[in-house]
């Protein structure tokens, strides 16, 4: 389990560097979203409930920023 957390940290870690250059913003707030659904989901599945509840927050938090993106 620990090294599928790591997997979602480490995609977490490439959005957050494509949106800190600028490089490409809404790849990297998709990809903060895929690592926190994908720790979401690893969390839940390991019964940790503070960690789920954590990253569901910044789950959504990623995916309402994606939306407002495609609305303009």
Not at 15 to 22: K, L, P, Q
Not at 37 to 51: E, F, G, K
């Amino acid at each position: 389990m620990n090294m599928i957390k790591w997997w979602c940290f480490g995609i977490m870690l490439a959005g957050a560097i494509v949106v800190s250059f600028n490089l490409d913003p809404i790849l990297g707030i998709k990809l903060l979203f895929v690592g926190n659904a994908a720790w979401l989901v690893t969390a839940v599945r390991s019964r940790d409930w503070p960690s789920a509840a954590n990253f569901a927050m910044l789950a959504t938090v990623w995916f309402l920023g994606i939306v407002q993106y495609y609305k303009g």
